[in-house]
């Protein structure tokens, strides 16, 4: 399991990655708002660094839009203890330590590995 990140120790992480250019390994990954993680990625790029989900209990579905923006907004809150943050990763770039979210989608017929850039911005709570 990994280590629970504290909301400070996110936002330290967000603040790190600020303004990281990217590199040939995460470029493809550089997105404002949630996006599916792209067909082919190798995986072995990113390294985990910790996790949001708040231990072994079924996480929440109520989501913080006080704005009304959306999931997939870029400009959606980055908002710890609510969906989708509540059932995240946090994983940087092993190249140039760019830092990502990052959470499974479950639908009735798929499954959607998704991921959005760490914006220290957004970060709320």
Request: net charge negative; charged share 20%.
């Amino acid at each position: 399991m990994p280590p629970q990140l504290s909301p400070q120790q996110l936002k330290d992480i967000a603040q790190a990655s600020r303004g990281r250019r990217g590199c040939e390994a995460c470029t493809s990954l550089i997105c404002p708002g949630w996006e599916s993680l792209p067909a082919g990625f190798d995986e072995r790029s990113l390294r985990l660094l910790g996790t949001l989900r708040d231990g072994p209990d079924e996480p929440g579905w109520n989501e913080y839009h006080p704005h009304g923006t959306r999931t997939d907004s870029p400009q959606a809150p980055v908002a710890p203890g609510y969906h989708p943050y509540n059932r995240c990763d946090v994983h940087a770039c092993v190249g140039c330590q760019r830092a990502f979210l990052r959470y499974t989608e479950f639908g009735g017929y798929y499954v959607d590995h998704r991921i959005r850039e760490l914006n220290p911005d957004l970060i709320v709570g």
